[in-house]
């Protein structure tokens, strides 16, 4: 009668075996330390906000609706670059010296930029905590109309 060998150990029952080893690639970056929630160095996001700023020009958190459908809708941080008879507004995601970031323009007549940045300073001031909280208590101890009171 055979008796079966035993591994010396689990490690040669869990070893991949050859064939289905991925080969090593050369080139490939290495992964970078993650440091913040969203895994990069927080002085490597102020310099990218620099460059952004300087190249795609001021940046704003802006409640979109239909404006500009390629960008999107809600609030978006856009970058918008105010000429003499144009603003151009650009959505940028990513790494600034990439190539391969995603880049999404869209451009404006000045007078209506000037219309979406009054509509958002309005939208801004109209949704200040401090603003809603004192609306609410008024609305809380308001006195009730005279022909809605039980006698």
């Not at 075996?17 to 102020?46: M, Q, V, Y």
């Not at 979109?64 to 940028?92: F, H, Q």
């Given at each position: ?72 809708s ?7 670059k105010?000429?003499r ?40 001031k ?12 008024r ?13």
């Amino acid at each position: 009668m055979k008796t079966k060998t035993v591994p010396k150990t689990t490690w040669d029952l869990l070893a991949i075996p050859a064939f289905l080893r991925r080969k090593k690639r050369r080139g490939r970056p290495p992964k970078l330390e993650p440091t913040l929630s969203n895994g990069l160095d927080p002085d490597k996001h102020i310099e990218w906000d620099r460059i952004k700023q300087k190249k795609l020009g001021t940046r704003y958190d802006i409640v979109l609706n239909d404006e500009a459908p390629r960008i999107g809708s809600g609030l978006r941080t856009v970058y918008v670059k105010e000429g003499r008879k144009w603003a151009v507004m650009t959505s940028r995601e990513g790494d600034p010296e990439d190539k391969e970031s995603r880049v999404i323009k869209k451009r404006f007549p000045l007078k209506v930029w000037h219309l979406m940045k009054a509509s958002h300073e309005r939208y801004l001031k109209r949704n200040d905590p401090v603003e809603v909280a004192k609306r609410r208590s008024r609305r809380r101890y308001r006195k009730p109309h005279k022909e809605n009171q039980d006698v």
